[in-house]
């Protein structure tokens, strides 16, 4: 069902893109995963930050109710802002490179004149997508677990971590196939606007509902299908999130996949 050369050439070819949001990924992760103390005067120290800039905690969504649950902090630190929006970023990118760029510079052209049909081609960039989104996500999870097992050792909950992984890696198929559906259907300045566009208005309409007096902007957004908090808890609201955004990640890339095979393209 896929081309291993093709997945191949595209590792080859997005490598130092991979590398670079690998670096950032390491650092910030490594950074605030280290923050962590079970001292509650340390606890205390995150509040009264908290207390003297509310409104810039809850934009950025830093929001942590327990100080002395590890996965706790790390869901209300890294996966409220800095874990989703490099992703998302690094998403958008990788997408337009793989699929738009390929269609919109005309080089999609030269893969369709190989022994491979439109299917296989597009799944697997798919699947290069995927792949990439889940080694992402690995690198996520050693970090974390890495530092925190040298600043706490057996304070972190991998089990809790892990989930919100899960959460995350569906969350952000979900986001980065919105910029597929559109680089498989649209052309041109329409599709690279609507690339970029779409997941960022829906990233500022999920900081502007952290605002208290604006919360009404959630339901405008999918961001609101993803809960760090409610995972690490375990929660059933998390269960159907997680189901959603199961179903809504793929039906966006099975619309892409059967729009590009419809499409008419300049051969």
Excluded: C
């Amino acid at each position: 069902m896929i081309n291993i050369t093709l997945l191949k050439k595209e590792i080859k070819s997005n490598i130092w893109l991979i590398v670079t949001f690998v670096a950032i990924i390491v650092l910030y992760g490594t950074m605030i995963t280290a923050m962590y103390s079970p001292d509650p005067a340390a606890g205390s120290l995150f509040a009264e930050m908290e207390a003297q800039f509310p409104e810039l905690f809850a934009l950025l969504n830093f929001n942590v109710d327990n100080f002395t649950n590890y996965a706790a902090f790390i869901s209300g630190y890294l996966f409220g802002f800095i874990f989703i929006m490099f992703p998302l970023i690094f998403a958008i990118i990788l997408v337009n490179k793989v699929v738009f760029r390929y269609i919109d510079k005309g080089s999609m052209a030269y893969l369709l004149t190989t022994p491979n049909s439109r299917k296989k081609i597009i799944v697997t960039e798919v699947v290069f997508i995927a792949l990439t989104m889940l080694f992402l996500g690995l690198v996520m999870y050693l970090t974390i677990a890495v530092t925190a097992e040298s600043n706490a050792p057996g304070k972190l909950n991998h089990g809790a971590i892990l989930y919100v992984l899960g959460q995350w890696f569906f969350f952000l198929m979900l986001l980065s196939g919105l910029t597929f559906v559109s680089s498989t259907t649209f052309e041109g300045k329409l599709a690279s606007g609507l690339n970029v566009g779409v997941p960022a208005v829906f990233f500022v309409f999920s900081m502007i509902g952290n605002l208290p007096d604006y919360d009404f902007f959630r339901f405008l957004t999918p961001f609101s299908l993803f809960n760090a908090d409610e995972a690490i808890a375990f929660s059933n609201t998390s269960i159907w999130n997680l189901l959603a955004l199961i179903i809504l990640s793929v039906s966006l890339y099975g619309i892409g996949i059967r729009n590009f095979t419809k499409r008419d393209l300049s051969i």
